[in-house]
T-cell receptor, first 111, second 114 residues
Framework: KQEVTQIPAALSVPEGENLVLNCSFT??????LQWFRQDPGKGLTSLLL???SQREQTSGRLNASLDKSSGRSTLYIAASQPGDSATYLC??????????WGLGTSLAVNP | DAGVIQSPRHEVTEMGQEVTLRCKPI?????LFWYRQTMMRGLELLIY????????DSGMPEDRFSAKMPNASFSTLKIQPSEPRDSAVYFC????????????FGPGTRLTVL
């Protein structure tokens, strides 16, 4: 059974810092992995989707990497801004065609 | 497109009452998902449909929960009878193509069962 762990559970940083969010999963037989953002009281927004054959994906200040064999993914946020404050969730997609979710990392970027 | 639409946004009910949550997926999407989110368990997939057909309902907690998708533009999740432990935020999401492709989420329904 796939299990997803996100470390740290919470993170508070000053504006402008570069930061890394970590995601680990126990079953490396994944089809893809997605990173989502959730703002308080709102739904989730897809940020990046990495196919199992890819090593990384980039969108603006965000870069997600995937090391399938070691069961790890990282989300790198460059030059963080207060508007980046949210909860970030990773979700590997398995061959059972379902996403399995971590509990997320709650990020606070302080002005 | 307006995105995934869910109603109601908030629902407060008493234990034993029937609750119906509604979802309109993004036009053209052929997969629809119902999720439940709690602080303790995080996000859990309840059921998903592909081309209006239920594909996997293994996440439905018990027979009190049922879901339907009568057409490509509408789905319901029903809880009857409701219990306090059903209190959570329920999300609907849709995608096009693979069920594990990019998913688009609605704003959620916050359910409180007293």
């Amino acid at each position: 059974k796939q299990e997803v762990t996100q470390i740290p559970a919470a993170l508070s940083v000053p504006e402008g810092e570069n930061l890394v969010l970590n995601c680990s999963f126990t079953d490396s037989a994944i089809y893809n992995l997605q990173w989502f953002r959730q703002d308080p009281g709102k739904g989730l927004t897809s940020l990046l989707l990495i196919q199992s054959s890819q090593r990384e994906q980039t969108s603006g200040r965000l870069n997600a990497s995937l090391d399938k064999s070691s069961g790890r993914s990282t989300l790198y946020i460059a030059a963080s801004q207060p508007g980046d404050s949210a909860t970030y969730l990773c979700a590997p997609g398995g061959n059972n065609r379902k996403l399995i979710w971590g509990l997320g990392t709650s990020l606070a970027v302080n002005p | 497109d307006a995105g995934v639409i869910q109603s109601p946004r908030h629902e407060v009910t008493e234990m034993g009452q029937e609750v119906t949550l509604r979802c309109k997926p993004i036009s053209g999407h052929n997969s629809l998902f119902w999720y439940r989110q709690t602080m303790m368990r995080g996000l859990e997939l309840l059921i998903y449909f592909n081309n209006n057909v239920p594909i996997d309902d293994s996440g439905m907690p018990e027979d009190r929960f049922s879901a339907k998708m009568p057409n490509a533009s509408f789905s319901t999740l029903k809880i009857q009878p409701s219990e306090p432990r059903d209190s959570a935020v329920y999300f609907c999401a849709s995608s096009f193509g693979s069920p594990i492709g990019e998913q688009f989420f609605g704003p959620g329904t916050r359910l409180t069962v007293l």
